[in-house]
T-cell receptor, first 115, second 114 residues
Framework: QQQVKQSPQSLIVQKGGISIINCAYENTAFDYFPWYQQFPGKGPALLIAIRPDVSEKKEGRFTISFNKSAKQFSLHIMDSQPGDSATYFCAASRHGAGNNRKLIWGLGTSLAVNP | DTEVTQTPKHLVMGMTNKKSLKCEQHMGHRAMYWYKQKAKKPPELMFV???????INESVPSRFSPECPNSSLLNLHLHALQPEDSALYLC?????????????FGPGTRLTVL
């Protein structure tokens, strides 16, 4: 059972365009939603994260939009650049047994930005 | 310093070898994680250490043995691995397991089992 569903699986955008990646979750106990960026052969890097008491968070060209009632959140990359070409993972987490947090990952979106 | 370091970067081992992966962080984080990542898949959690104690083992085969010598170091001992264990092994750390939840990842060790 995929608790965090991510779409699209792959995305091609022209330089300067807007890249949009969507995620949907099922568990209303999730209270932290990060996005990670991963380049080939590298570890994931935390890009931006949001908590459910906020509907939008912006950091530079990256914006998370959060819709609590729809249980959806999305990443918008404005003015997309070839250097943004990478795999993007959404994730969600909550407090679990023993007060531990586990990240539940989406399956990833491979973004290619054409020059 | 916001870096998690991992050594070695690449490792090739036979099925009868014993090897170890190492991870280090100097951010004062008290939680450390081992993940396994296959190509084009998200990371899969293997182990979580909280305050140097093993708090989560995601039913990982015993041929993988984690160790946390102190709050800055995390090792993964490998023995009698199978070819299907070939993957990118990632270490991560966070301030604590119950805090903001921000996990910071190292660059990974690319493991090939022959």
């Amino acid at each position: 059972q995929q608790q965090v569903k991510q779409s699209p699986q792959s995305l091609i955008v022209q330089k300067g365009g807007i890249s949009i990646i969507n995620c949907a979750y099922e568990n209303t106990a999730f209270d932290y939603f990060p996005w990670y960026q991963q380049f080939p052969g590298k570890g994931p890097a935390l890009l931006i994260a949001i908590r459910p008491d906020v509907s939008e968070k912006k950091e530079g060209r990256f914006t998370i939009s959060f819709n609590k009632s729809a249980k959806q959140f999305s990443l918008h990359i404005m003015d997309s650049q070839p250097g943004d070409s990478a795999t993007y993972f959404c994730a969600a987490s909550r407090h679990g047994a023993g007060n531990n947090r586990k990240l539940i990952w989406g399956l990833g979106t491979s973004l290619a930005v054409n020059p | 310093d916001t870096e998690v370091t991992q050594t070695p970067k690449h490792l090739v081992m036979g099925m009868t070898n014993k090897k170890s992966l190492k991870c280090e962080q100097h951010m004062g984080h008290r939680a450390m994680y081992w993940y396994k990542q296959k190509a084009k898949k998200p990371p899969e959690l293997m182990f979580v250490y909280s305050y140097e104690k093993l708090s989560i083992n995601e039913s990982v085969p015993s041929r993988f043995s984690p160790e946390c010598p102190n709050s800055s170091l995390l090792n993964l001992h490998l023995h009698a691995l199978q070819p299907e264990d070939s993957a990118l092994y990632l270490c991560a750390s966070s301030q604590g397991t119950s805090g903001k939840g921000e996990q910071f990842f190292g660059p990974g060790t690319r493991l090939t089992v022959l």
